[in-house]
Structures are given as C-alpha cells and as structure tokens.
C-alpha cells in the first residue's frame, strides 16, 4: 500500500439514514396503498397489503443502494452501480408476478395483476430515488385507467365476463 494514502471513511448518523429513508417509504406505501384500494374494489388478489409492501420494499431497497453507494465513500464520488440493485428489484418482482399468473383450462389469468405488481414496484423505485411528485402523478393516472378499462370492459365487452361460467369480475378474490 503506498504511503500517504488516505483511508477515511465517512458514515452516516443513525438520524440522517432515518430521514432519508422516513419519507420515501412513507410515500411508497401511500401510493401502493391507492393502488391497492382500486385493486380491492375490483376483488383481486393482489390488494392493499400486496401493492403497498411491493411499493414500500421497492422503495427501500432502492434507497438502501443509494445509501450503501455513499456510506462507505471516502470520496463524494458514488462508490458503487446503484443500478444494480434496481435491476435485481426488477427480476425478483417478475418472479412474484410470475406467481399471481395461473391457467385453468382453456384461459389465462392473472395477467393484469401480475402487470400492477410490476408497475407498483417501479413506482417504488421511483420513490426510492426520491421522485416523489412524478410518482404521485404516474399512480393518479395509473389508479384512472385501470378504472376507465375496468368499466369499458363491463360496457362493451359483457360477454366475455358471462362466458362459460367466468366469474374474475364478480366476487372477492379473482384473478386478473
């Protein structure tokens, strides 16, 4: 090791981590709790609880990578790819997606809940990276149109929901 070499290493008061985390899962639950509620109203699966924990663990773990890539700095230059743990956010959330997904005879179900859980983890990643008010706006627009699509569907496209006993848009707990 060549001498004269500074080794310093900064970190973080406890309080500091807290503030920084504090609001950004605060606000991640909050959106994933709106999605959450159109979902329930709709009987799915994936509700309040499910969308709001993928929301706030999205937002965690996304806050976490950008306070691991400075905490053991003794630079201010970022000392590691918070991307990574972003990426890594993205594929465990295909997996819990993958699980909402079941076929029962000749359809498919579980798309579009699968879909939500994908698009209510980006958002907490958006949070996590501090985007509070595009993420606000995004879930405002996200919460309109699955409700706009949920009625054109019931208007325009009635039998599909009767067709061979299909019961995804009538009672608690269905997929979709």
Not at 24 to 33: C, E, P, Q, W
Not at 94 to 106: D, L, N, V
Not at 126 to 137: E, M, P
Request: hydrophobic fraction near 50%; charged fraction near 10%; proline fraction near 3%.
């Amino acid at each position: 090791m060549p001498i004269g070499v500074n080794l310093t290493v900064h970190y973080m008061p406890e309080i500091e981590i807290l503030l920084f985390l504090l609001p950004k899962v605060g606000v991640a639950l909050l959106v994933g709790t709106l999605v959450g509620i159109e979902r329930e109203y709709r009987g799915k699966l994936a509700g309040i609880k499910t969308n709001a924990l993928i929301c706030a663990a999205s937002a965690l773990f996304t806050a976490v990578s950008l306070l691991m890539s400075d905490y053991g700095s003794s630079t201010p230059v970022h000392s590691a790819d918070v991307t990574r743990i972003v990426a890594q956010i993205v594929s465990g959330i295909g997996f819990i997606g993958a699980g909402a997904i079941f076929k029962s005879s000749s359809k498919v179900q579980g798309l579009t809940t699968a879909a939500v859980i994908w698009t209510v983890s980006a958002l907490g990643i958006l949070v996590g990276f501090g985007i509070f008010l595009s993420t606000i706006i995004i879930t405002i627009g996200l919460i309109t149109f699955l409700s706009l699509i949920a009625f054109l569907e019931k208007k325009f496209f009635k039998s599909r929901s009767s067709r061979s006993g299909d019961s995804s848009h009538s009672g608690p707990g269905t997929l979709d």
